[in-house]
């Protein structure tokens, strides 16, 4: 099964591919980054992240996807300009077929790291380990996406039983 995780962001949005063989076994096929120039209008980045976000998905072809819920204690207008491309990510993988599934940091952390309060250097490290990496992935959101994609692997089986 191939899992598409997602880390949104209006200027810098995560994702990682994951498959997940019959035996158990992940192996990271993508991750990366897609970026929107800050000099662009909203409505331009929200489109430039739903166009890239398509590419994507057309060559990757996951059967599944998961997108990191959204957790703002203090920035509202960086929660709503976030929220939006939350909702063109969401949008765009509906558009897709795809079942999709959210996780909260917390979830996530729990389920890479088996810690709700791993710092961001553990779950990098975790985040290799699992996927047999020689390297952290990065940039950190790269991480990020491939982590979220793990959860969803990993709880879809949990819910199965």
């Not at 929660?79 to 795809?98: F, H, K, N, S, Y």
């Not at 709700?116 to 380990?129: F, L, N, P, S, W």
């Not at 952290?136 to 959101?141: G, L, N, S």
């Amino acid at each position: 099964m191939i899992s598409l995780g997602i880390d949104p962001g209006i200027a810098t949005t995560g994702y990682g591919v994951v498959r997940e063989e019959r035996n158990g076994q992940l192996t990271a096929l993508a991750f990366g980054v897609i970026e929107t120039p800050k000099t662009a209008t909203l409505p331009e980045r929200l489109q430039q992240l739903r166009n890239d976000l398509k590419a994507i998905l057309a060559q990757w072809q996951p059967e599944t996807c998961a997108v990191e819920e959204l957790f703002f204690a203090t920035n509202a207008k960086t929660a709503i300009t976030v929220g939006q491309a939350r909702g063109v990510i969401l949008l765009a993988l509906a558009d897709a077929g795809l079942p999709i599934g959210e996780y909260t940091p917390l979830q996530v952390k729990q389920a890479i790291a088996g810690y709700g309060q791993a710092d961001k250097k553990q779950m990098q490290e975790m985040v290799r380990m699992l996927l047999n990496l020689r390297t952290i992935p990065k940039p950190d959101d790269a991480a990020d996406g491939l982590a979220i994609a793990i959860t969803h692997l990993q709880m879809r089986k949990f819910n199965a039983l």
